[in-house]
């Protein structure tokens, strides 16, 4: 089945910089793939997503990024803000459309 | 709308005790899904929906069951409480597969 993995646990950057979060998939066929946003002791909530015919799908302050060829896709988050502190999730919906999540990324930002 | 209604919001369990947590929907939703999420990790697949009628597993499945006999409700059920099933349950829905899911507040679970 499907496997997703997600890097780096936990992301510290300075307010105003840039983070970026990068995940691998295995299922070649996989051909959707959400990020979410998790504070703390509240629900999962879309923030972007991305889907196979796509290599780049961009929102504002947020990009997202899809190698189909390496497998792998990229969160990018621009001009950081405070309340962009959160933990961060990707996920990849494979061929028996179960949606299969990363571990997460807890990122921090820096006054 | 009230979205994705999950109850309870908490729960104390005594190992082999059963119980279901109930999960719905009011967006018209096609799919729905059942989701636990223990500390440090990420949510992982208990069952999924992808229509009244049909269910199948995810990637943990076992000690659960569920069934979708209405395109609104998607129940969860313990069958006989383990203290590895302690966790926050959340359940979801969306449109079909690949579009936004839409998260119920969770249930949080403890069993003893």
């Known amino acids: 089945g499907e496997n997703v993995e997600q890097h780096p646990s936990t992301l510290s950057v300075q307010e105003g910089d840039s983070a970026v979060i990068k995940c691998t998939y295995s299922?070649?066929?996989?051909?959707?793939f959400p990020w979410y946003k998790q504070e703390l002791g509240k629900r999962p909530q879309l923030i972007i997503d991305?889907?196979?015919n796509v290599g780049e799908k961009k929102d504002q302050r947020i990009a997202v990024t899809l190698n189909k060829t390496a497998k792998h896709f990229s969160l990018h988050i621009t001009e950081t803000q405070p309340e962009d502190s959160a933990v961060y999730f990707c996920?990849?919906?494979?061929?028996?459309?179960?949606?299969?999540w990363g571990a997460g990324t807890k990122l921090i930002i820096k006054p | 709308n009230a979205g994705v209604t999950q109850t309870p919001k908490f729960q104390v369990l005594k190992t082999g005790q059963s119980m279901t947590l109930q999960c719905a929907q009011d967006?018209?939703?096609?799919?729905m899904s059942w989701y636990r999420q223990d500390p440090g990790m990420g949510l992982r697949l208990i069952h999924y929906?992808?229509?009244?009628?049909?269910?199948d597993q995810g990637e943990v499945p076992n000690g659960y069951n569920v069934s979708r006999s209405t395109t609104e409700d998607f129940p969860l059920r313990l069958l006989s409480a383990a203290p590895s099933q302690t966790s926050v349950y959340f359940c979801?829905?969306?449109?079909?597969?690949?579009?936004?899911?839409?998260f119920g507040p969770g249930t949080r679970l403890t069993v003893t």
């Open positions: 929906s992808v229509g009244a009628g049909i269910t």
């Open positions: 299922d070649s066929a996989s051909n959707y």
């Open positions: 967006m018209n939703h096609e799919y």
């Open positions: 991305i889907r196979s």
């Open positions: 996920a990849a919906m494979d061929s028996n459309y179960q949606l299969i």
């Open positions: 979801a829905s969306s449109r079909t597969s690949t579009y936004e899911q839409y």
